[in-house]
């Protein structure tokens, strides 16, 4: 039996209100951290300020969280940058927060021979997501990744209320149902990363193309390092933790499992409408500014990664696929052949 050491970092009162009264409860069904606790003695560490450990630890979410395995909470002191809709200068500053905290973690939390798994405050999980994870942990895999698409919180959050809670209480989703409404609800960034949408992305770590109406194909070349089980413990992230750390210490491909289909597991990341509209370019994307950007920000592992097809569906695959697919695979074959010019 393998154990899992979660780990979330989250301040501020946006993401620690969307954090204990949407996402938390989306992973406490019973699928997900309900499953992972009644099978081992997993645990979960939260890093977040003084105040806004007491909103964690009071809410409803939390209690739940508290009863269910052990809960950690390391109270960062220092002054933390603002989330402000106005700002986006802040953003360095709180992936340099949010890789300390993570620093710290692996060097406090992984010795025993347990997996870490690198969660995020607003990330909304599909039901049976984590009994996934935990099957894939127990196979042997280090490394998992997924990918993880952006929607528009204010939109997705009123939907989630008039449909999804009864009582008060979130229900779970499945799967499908998840992407089916996630669907409805795509980000303006998420949208520009959409191949021959009109627009383009001037961070194209991800890319998409629709399967007509059924869903998503998502090549990535930055995934999110869910699980992480590292062969040395003497190593620890420059940058964050989905850059150079995982190729140091999950070097084997043979070691990786990468989640291609949604019928496996998803999650996705809900942000204000707002967020990210310096990123919209109003042109159509192509491949040699694709690989223009990889050339800087993507190592060998993500280009690795790109190759895969990651398919986000509603409903079953049926062969409308197929032509997108190979759109993506043309697309992606003629990236790596810019790249390899230089």
Not at 43 to 66: C, H, M, N, V, W
Not at 87 to 100: I, R
Not at 227 to 243: N, S
Not at 302 to 312: A, C, K, S, T
């Amino acid at each position: 039996m393998i154990n899992l050491r979660f780990v979330n970092v989250v301040w501020g009162e946006a993401y620690t209100d969307t954090f204990v009264n949407v996402c938390l409860p989306s992973a406490l069904s019973a699928g997900n951290l309900g499953y992972v606790a009644a099978n081992s003695r997993s645990s979960y560490r939260i890093y977040t300020t003084p105040k806004d450990a007491e909103k964690i630890l009071q809410s409803r979410a939390g209690r739940q969280l508290a009863k269910l395995m052990k809960l950690e909470i390391s109270r960062v002191d220092a002054a933390l940058p603002v989330d402000d809709p106005s700002a986006s200068s802040t953003c360095p500053q709180k992936y340099n927060v949010m890789s300390l905290c993570h620093t710290h973690f692996i060097k406090t939390a992984c010795n025993d021979g347990s997996a870490m798994v690198f969660l995020s405050p607003d990330l909304f999980w599909a039901e049976n997501s984590f009994q996934r994870l935990f099957e894939i942990a127990q196979s042997g895999k280090r490394l998992l990744m997924i990918g993880a698409l952006r929607l528009s919180k204010e939109s997705f959050l009123a939907s989630l209320h008039q449909h999804h809670f009864k009582g008060g209480v979130l229900q779970p989703i499945a799967k499908r149902d998840l992407v089916g409404l996630a669907l409805k609800h795509l980000h303006p960034e998420t949208k520009s990363l959409v191949w021959d949408s009109g627009t383009s992305n001037a961070w194209p770590s991800l890319l998409l193309w629709k399967a007509h109406s059924e869903g998503l194909i998502l090549r990535a070349f930055h995934l999110h390092p869910l699980m992480v089980r590292p062969i040395r413990h003497d190593i620890f992230p420059a940058v964050t933790i989905d850059d150079d750390y995982i190729a140091h210490v999950c070097p084997d491909p043979e070691d990786e499992y990468i989640v291609r289909d949604s019928d496996e597991m998803v999650a996705f990341e809900l942000s204000r409408h707002s967020a990210r509209a310096e990123f919209v370019v109003p042109q159509d994307q192509n491949t040699s500014r694709v690989a223009q950007w990889a050339r800087t920000h993507a190592n060998p592992k993500h280009q690795r990664f790109v190759q895969h097809r990651i398919r986000l569906h509603a409903t079953a695959l049926t062969e409308t696929w197929r032509a997108s697919e190979e759109r993506s695979d043309q697309a992606v074959s003629e990236i790596h052949s810019f790249i390899a010019r230089n």
